[in-house]
């Protein structure tokens, strides 16, 4: 799954946390531009605003989209009472209803639709795979390593990493939607599977290969 960085005005973005007869609200950061960083954003606010309160985000795959939808969940030790109330900007972007809750003790609030600029292919439940992350910025000239495997040195040679995910048409249609409307400089976070942590990767063109009836091969050319 993939959090791209949009045009989108993300620190328009604000929502209204009431506990028990308590009100703050939070304001999107000013460098923020992509749903992973204002969850993280939220979640740092909430913390120092609410210290009764914890958070716990998640993301899964919307089936009828391909992006990602946000489960947010809140909890407290006593039975208080929660209620977020999003403002336009922050239910476009990040897929809420108006107003959540209010509900009482532990609560998951689950956005009906979609976050923006996200994505996440059905063949791989949401996820992507890489390798080879960072690519080796090897010496140039007569004397340098690009290309070339050092004796006792396995894996020096300067190879890019890859990025590939397999999908559905909807998949497709989707993953061009959202990368149409995206900044030139096409940057985003991806979660991988194998260390369960989000990286930060520059995104530059994508190729869609038919890898069957209705599935498609996607690869990246992305740098880290």
């Known amino acids: 799954m993939i959090c791209f960085a949009t045009r989108d005005v993300w620190t328009a973005a604000s929502i209204d946390v009431k506990v028990?007869?308590?009100?703050?609200?939070?304001?999107?950061?000013?460098a923020v531009n992509?749903?992973?960083?204002?969850?993280?954003?939220?979640?740092?606010?909430?913390?120092?605003?609410?210290?009764?309160v914890t958070f716990t985000p998640a993301y899964s795959r919307d089936t009828a989209t391909s992006g990602l939808v946000l489960a947010w969940t809140f909890a407290t030790s006593s039975s208080v009472v929660t209620e977020l109330t999003p403002n336009t900007v922050a239910t476009t972007l990040l897929g809420f209803v108006?107003?959540?809750?209010?509900?009482?003790?532990?609560?998951?609030?689950?956005?009906?639709?979609p976050a923006a600029g996200t994505w996440a292919p059905a063949q791989t439940g949401g996820l992507v795979s890489q390798s080879l992350d960072y690519s080796l910025l090897a010496g140039r000239g007569d004397c340098g390593g690009a290309g070339a495997i050092r004796r006792g040195v396995p894996g020096l040679g300067d190879i890019k990493p890859a990025f590939n995910a397999m999908g559905t048409p909807q998949d497709a249609a989707r993953l061009a939607a959202?990368?149409?409307?995206?900044?030139?400089?096409?940057?985003?976070?991806t979660y991988r599977?194998?260390?369960?942590?989000?990286?930060?990767?520059?995104?530059g063109a994508v190729s869609r290969v038919a890898a069957g009836r209705s599935l498609y091969h996607f690869e990246f050319d992305v740098g880290a």
């Not at 992509?34 to 009764?52: I, T």
């Not at 959202?178 to 976070?189: I, K, S």
Request: neutral net charge; proline residues 4%.
């Open 20 to 30: 028990v007869t308590t009100t703050h609200t939070w304001v999107c950061g000013a």
């Open 34 to 52: 992509n749903a992973h960083d204002a969850v993280n954003d939220f979640a740092s606010w909430l913390g120092s605003a609410f210290s009764a």
């Open 98 to 113: 108006a107003i959540i809750g209010p509900s009482t003790r532990s609560v998951t609030f689950i956005a009906p639709a």
């Open 178 to 189: 959202v990368t149409a409307q995206l900044p030139t400089l096409r940057t985003g976070w």
């Open 193 to 203: 599977r194998l260390d369960s942590t989000w990286h930060f990767l520059n995104f």
